[in-house]
């Protein structure tokens, strides 16, 4: 089983900036690698459903975005330090939120019915999440 540890969360001014990052560790003896799996950024507010924000595609040739963050927000990934970041720039209050990592393997993808990737059923490997506070 894959492990996800998020870090970078924390509280800046509207108009400000983070980068998330989040490590992932457990592959070995999992019959997976960091390259062949898809990884994505949710974020769920008080009273209202996680949203998946970004994703990006195993190669990492492939990125998606949601509405909600485009052009305010870049997704990556390390092979090397085994690591999804997401830089976040012109934060807003709306943004607050807390937000996790989620890991796709090539078994899972197979079964999606999601036409975005954003979708929560979507992932099977999850971080517990890190806290991010805009204020006004």
């Known amino acids: 089983q894959l492990h996800l540890v998020e870090s970078g969360g924390g509280l800046v001014h509207s108009g400000g900036s983070l980068r998330l990052s989040c490590v992932i560790s457990?592959?070995?003896?999992?019959?997976?690698?960091?390259?062949?799996?898809?990884l994505a950024w949710f974020r769920q507010a008080p009273g209202k459903e996680r949203e998946g924000i970004s994703r990006?595609?195993?190669?990492?040739?492939?990125?998606t975005y949601a509405d909600s963050v485009k052009g305010r927000v870049t997704i990556s990934r390390d092979n090397a330090r085994r690591t999804v970041c997401l830089e976040m720039n012109n934060l807003k209050p709306e943004d607050t939120a807390v937000y996790y990592c989620?890991?796709?393997?090539?078994?899972?993808?197979?079964?999606?019915?999601?036409?975005?990737?954003?979708?929560?059923?979507?992932?099977?490997?999850w971080g517990l999440g890190t806290q991010v506070t805009v204020s006004s």
């Open positions: 989620a890991a796709q393997s090539k078994f899972k993808a197979v079964f999606s019915s999601s036409n975005t990737g954003l979708e929560s059923s979507d992932y099977e490997f």
């Open positions: 457990g592959f070995q003896g999992s019959g997976l690698s960091f390259d062949t799996v898809a």
């Open positions: 990006i595609s195993s190669s990492g040739g492939l990125t």
